[in-house]
């Protein structure tokens, strides 16, 4: 065997590219060569190996020498595009001592086109097989390709492009995964496969029931190697069919998947055969047999589908609590599929052979075939210009692109993890607890101490200040005596590199004395556990006269998920001693330096001046760094201090999810009483949140989601009140909306309550409640310029919302199993931070004697364009072109006390101190202007600073005449409001429950845009993760506190494919704002609560399903709709057929926070 040594050379690259002058003119009769040094393909037809720490890692280039190998490592992994064992390394732990990539062996790469189907090698990727499949279906009869069919729509929503480039069909069928998405597919073809081994055995497989022996296990020998898949055309007389369903459409994992043959006796509807296969309903791809067996000889009419039913609930029991849970619908699930596969023969056998085929199945039933299609998407964004006579060099309104979108989008933009490594730096990984509640008995690292690269173990003793941090000093850095949540900082283990310290992290051993966690919402009420220190309730009017005023009262409860802030950087912090009476500079992605400072601080016993915080830029924050990079950063910090060296930590995406908190789930109990015509009389609402396992920021939540209790309605009595849960999960924080959104959402169930209680529409519920200009809220703020009524009319007319309504319920009318929904839903979001003191800002601007400007303000830069509205403010009032001005990062020790980047009031705040600081130098500077009318920035800049005059200033702001007091029910909370309204139109599947957002308009109140890419990009984004939050983003937890949904495998965030279909936003006309720089307005949470309408028109569609059913009038849906949820909620005769096993006669596999 030859082995090769691969070399990276280092390469100095000039600055120029290219001098274009100096190249050769073209000579037609030559053609350009890849360069030679750079061909890389030589190294195919040899084998390679690479001997790692703990893997050696074979790529042989013959059959003969991949046979030899797995004869001698019969136990070894074969790996293709790694893109299953790689998961399995770095997520799931496991370890291969020795792997064999066959991916250039020639023989596992050939596709053979032969008279009865197509032979794929094993190494063929899926891309390929894609490819071929396609080109087979383009030329051949329709009849011979319906499995290829199946198979190229199953890829299509089979992961992503650049993994089915990689990806192998081998891995595929090997790795014998339960959901494998092309296992069921090819388990109902009878596929035949041929597989080798070293003693020059060759045989065939066909994959039937009896291919899967077990969990992960196959009937190919460990020794045996699999050479080729083939791929057989399907007979005149023959159908087939795949179907997936998952919780997001593309790249997601299946929740039930199955593929299903059926072969008729010649021109008839007898039949003859059938293969059903499903996946996700057992430990492995499994055949129902019993249904196979019983339905041969039956015509294909319509009471094979009754049989059929109970004959696939027979083959495929699941039991409640069973692993993965949602056991009523995976079951339904299955029915669904055959009975679209029915519809589907049906349909081709009517063609083939009228007037034979009886059935009684209406033409609305036909919309159940419909393969998932969705237009590419198409949109508009409506702004006003800026005015005519505005100078060109004023970028004030001005759509300018982020400061920072080519540095990003290249990626030269410097994160924490871009850093270049300084000299003698380590890394540092946590151990974390993995019990929910627990004391912990012993702690031990010295197994990870004999471990490579290890240097130390940093724990609670460490810390030479305070190891106790938070609002009230409730939440632990390192956990001493007791854990409370899965995911909880118990110590850390200081390394060479990062793989060396997370390994020998994994190696620490801790033992626990397990206690009873509390997990949700209602475990939590159940035992009373709530933070006690917390008791806000807003009470206005009078609830006994309100309720009987009212004509009529309805009760009800409702729940809201939380979610993952899923930002593309994770958690990282960078801490560098400086050598001296103990400084530390801190890098760190933070949208809070100056409490990370503090914390940090604290923890080293030091004052504060002594700990420099910066933040150049963060991958996102969305809340989600507010306060818990805290959690993250004190340890780095410590462990540097301790070891006097940089130290550096980056958390992977499973350590970030299972450590740092999500959004609070919510659950609201209401009690409302209206009249006739649907006007409210009296509300009273007890509202909870999942808090966790420590305060945080949980009580400014529930705060702001009882402030905004009302929507955007007139409540003239109410009581609503606030229970923060004390539980044993991480700690829940700050995310865009911050309480807004759970509060808002809680108000528009019961007003559709109310519309589904007096049989009126929503819309008319909503308008006739509808706060108008001047009125006061239940918090007694009244609404100054309340712009709602004039978004709202302009969203219904922009929208046609009444010609699309009676669109849709004539297409309901139509449709049985597909279905249309509509809802336009408003919303009003009070702007300022509920703690007083933090409304205040800081900016420092400096003007350098050459013209050029440099700010450094309060306000820390996410990706939501902060930095480039700060420029657009400086840069009119300076009045000065943007190119002049430059913001480097923020850093306390230029700006100190800084409030967090948060409570969509940064633009607000720091434009305000930026602009009085920039008039402080600007008078500064008039004299020498006036002076020099004629004269140029850089001549007033120049002469003043010849003239000794300062050109740096420091500016400040605080928001005037705000402020509450929730004892007496006065003041002012919010420095104004922002309002917004959108119309969505939704199409769901009910058999399955999948759903596409077709349409969405919003209507945006932004007062005068300081940039309308950025608060249009804003918008968007705001109304997608809404989107996430509302119908798509569901945590998992198990009873005992284990968290399910820790990586982007099996917590889905919103995809290409959830944008609507047609995407229109305008920004209000006319609106001005003269409680903020240059009257503009908050942007980054107002527009979230606007995916309710996506949420909303969901439950439209599911009602006409209900209706279609027999059902009418209120019933529950949970969020996020979840496909689960809209097929459960529709109800028929596939759902009946599994009822809810009673709560309590069984173990749930995750429950609902």
């Known amino acids: 065997m030859t082995h090769i040594t691969l070399i990276v050379l280092s390469l100095s690259l000039s600055s120029e590219l290219f001098d274009s002058s100096k190249f050769l003119p073209p000579d037609s009769s030559q053609d350009p060569i890849f360069p030679p040094a750079l061909r890389t393909d030589k190294y195919d037809t040899q084998s390679l190996t690479f001997m790692g720490e703990r893997t050696i890692w074979y790529r042989p280039t013959s059959l003969k020498e991949l046979l030899d190998l797995k004869h001698t490592y019969p136990e070894a992994k074969l790996v293709i595009g790694n893109t299953e064992v790689g998961v399995e390394i770095k997520l799931k732990n496991m370890h291969y001592k020795t792997m064999i990539a066959p991916s250039h062996i020639p023989e596992l790469n050939k596709i053979s086109k032969e008279s009865d189907g197509i032979t794929f090698g094993a190494s063929v990727t899926l891309s390929m097989i894609e490819e071929t499949l396609q080109d087979s279906i383009n030329k051949n009869q329709d009849c011979q390709t319906r499995m290829y069919r199946a198979v190229v729509e199953m890829l299509r929503w089979f992961a992503g492009h650049q993994i089915r480039n990689v990806a192998a069909v081998s891995g595929n069928i090997m790795t014998a995964s339960p959901i494998s998405d092309l296992n069921p597919l090819f388990l109902a073809a009878g596929v035949t496969l041929t597989v080798a081994s070293k003693d020059g055995e060759t045989r065939q497989i066909v994959m039937d029931e009896k291919f899967f022996l077990g969990y ?21 007389n023959e159908y087939f069919c795949g179907y997936k369903q998952a919780n997001r459409r593309e790249d997601d994992i299946a929740i039930v998947n199955s593929g299903i043959q059926v072969l008729f006796e010649p021109d008839s509807n007898t039949i003859k055969g059938m293969r059903l296969a499903f996946g996700g309903m057992a430990p492995t791809t499994v055949m129902a047999t019993t249904a196979m067996k019983k339905c041969v000889g039956r015509k294909w009419e319509d009471d094979l589908v009754a049989d059929m039913a109970e004959w696939l609930a027979s083959d495929l029991p699941l039991p409640p609590g069973s692993p993965g849970g949602m056991t009523e619908y995976r079951r339904t699930l299955c029915i669904s599929f055959f009975y679209k596969f029915y519809l589907t023969v049906l349909m081709q056998l009517k063609q083939k052979l009228p007037g034979v085929i009886q059935s009684k199945v209406p033409s609305s039933h036909k919309s159940a075939t419909a393969i998932f299609q969705r237009e590419p998407t198409k949109s508009t964004q409506v ?275 299972v450590s740092s908190g999500t959004r609070h789930p919510f659950y609201g109990k209401y009690k409302v009483g209206f009249t006739k015509d649907g006007k409210i009389t009296a509300v009273e609402c007890d509202v909870y949140n999942n808090a966790g396992h420590s305060l945080d920021l949980s009580g400014a939540v529930m705060d702001r989601a009882l402030f905004h209790s009302d929507a955007s309605y007139k409540i003239p009595n109410i009581r609503v009140t606030g229970y923060l849960c004390k539980t044993n999960i991480p700690s829940n924080t700050a995310f865009r909306g911050f309480g807004g959104p759970q509060g808002m959402f809680i108000a528009e169930t019961w007003i559709e309550h109310i519309a589904k209680t007096l049989d009126i529409s929503v819309k008319q519920v909503r308008e006739i409640n509808m706060y108008n200009e001047g009125e006061t809220t239940h918090f007694n703020q009244p609404l100054i310029q309340c712009n709602i009524k004039r978004c709202w009319n302009e969203c219904l007319e922009r929208a046609d919302y009444n010609n699309r309504r009676k669109d849709i319920d004539i297409f309901n009318s139509e449709n049985r199993w597909k279905k249309r929904g509509i809802s336009i839903i408003p919303t009003k979001f009070g702007i300022s931070y509920t703690a007083l003191f933090l409304n205040q800002a800081g900016a420092l601007v400096i003007i350098y004697k050459d013209g050029s400007v440099l700010i450094t303000h ?268 809209i097929r459960m909620a529709c109800q028929d005769e596939f759902t009946n057929l599994f009822p809810e096993a009673p709560v309590g006669s069984y173990k749930p596999w995750f429950v609902e926070l």
């Open 216 to 236: 992960r296990k196959t009937a190919v020998k460990p020794e045996e190697v699999l050479i080729s898949v083939k791929l057989p055309f399907t007979q005149q």
């Open 383 to 657: 702004y006003e210009e800026v005015p005519s006579g505005q100078m060109e060099q004023d970028p004030l309104g001005r759509p300018l692109a982020h400061l920072s979108a080519a540095k990003q989008a290249t990626g030269e933009a410097i994160y924490i993890d871009d850093i270049p490594l300084y000299e003698n730096e380590k890394y540092l990984a946590f151990v974390t607890s993995q019990k929910a509640h627990a004391r912990i008995v012993d702690m031990d690292p010295s197994e990870a101490s004999k471990m490579p690269g290890f240097v130390d173990f940093v724990s609670h003793k460490d810390i030479q200040g305070h190891n106790k941090w938070g609002i009230i000093a409730d939440e632990e850095i390192f956990a001493t005596e007791k854990v409370l949540c899965m995911g909880q900082v118990i110590g850390a283990v200081v390394a060479d590199t990062q793989v060396h310290a997370q390994r020998a992290a994994k190696a620490v051993k801790v033992v626990y004395e397990e206690l009873e966690p509390i997990i949700t919402i209602k475990d939590a009420i159940k035992a009373g556990s709530f933070y006690t220190n917390y008791n806000s309730s807003i009470r206005n009017g009078d609830l006994m006269k309100g309720f009987a005023k009212a004509d009529h009262v309805v009760e009800g409860e409702v729940s809201m998920g939380g979610q993952e802030h899923f930002y593309l950087e994770t958690h990282a912090s960078l801490a560098v001693p400086r050598g001296e009476d103990g400084e530390m500079e801190l890098f760190v992605s933070t949208q809070n330096p100056t409490e990370t400072q503090h914390v940090v601080a604290e923890a080293l016993g030091l004052p504060a001046n002594k700990i420099v915080c910066r933040v150049k830029r963060m991958g996102g924050g969305f809340g989600g760094k507010e306060t818990r990079n805290i959690v993250f950063t004190v340890p780095v910090a410590v462990a540097a201090a301790k070891l006097g060296c940089p130290v550096r930590c980056m958390l992977d995406r499973d350590e970030d999810m």
């Open 858 to 1125: 309060g306000g820390t830069e996410m990706g939501q364009g902060l930095h480039t509205k700060m420029i657009q403010v400086a840069a009119r009032t300076l009045r000065i072109p943007a190119s002049k001005i430059h913001i480097s990062e923020t850093s306390t020790n230029t700006v100190p006390n800084t409030s967090a980047t948060a409570a969509s009031a940064s633009s607000d705040l720091n434009g305000m101190a930026i602009q009085n600081a920039c008039q402080i130098l600007l008078g500064r500077l008039e004299p020498y202007m006036n002076a020099n009318p004629k004269g140029s920035w850089e001549d007033w800049v120049n002469t003043a600073y010849f003239d000794r005059t300062s050109l740096s200033t420091t500016g400040f702001y605080k928001t005037p005449d705000i402020g509450y007091d929730f004892k007496t029910n006065s003041g002012k909370p919010f420095n104004y409001f922002s309002f917004g309204v959108a119309c969505s139109e939704v199409e769901i599947d009910c058999l399955t429950g999948d759903h596409k957002v077709l349409r969405t308009d919003i209507v945006m109140d932004v007062g005068v845009s300081l940039n309308p890419a950025i608060d249009i990009g804003q918008i968007e984004g705001g109304f997608t993760q809404g989107y996430g939050l509302m119908m798509l983003e569901q945590q998992k937890y198990s009873p005992n506190g284990f968290q399910f949904t820790r990586g982007p495998g099996n917590y889905k965030i919103p995809g290409f494919g959830d944008v609507p279909g047609e995407f229109n936003v305008s920004l209000l006309k006319g609106s001005v704002n003269n409680r903020a720089v240059y009257s503009s307005k908050a942007i980054g949470e107002p527009p979230l609560f606007l995916a309710a309408s996506v949420f909303f028109a969901t439950k439209d569609a599911i009602s006409s399903a209900r209706v279609d059913a027999d059902l009418s009038g209120y019933f529950q849906l949970q969020s996020p709709a979840t496909p689960e949820r």
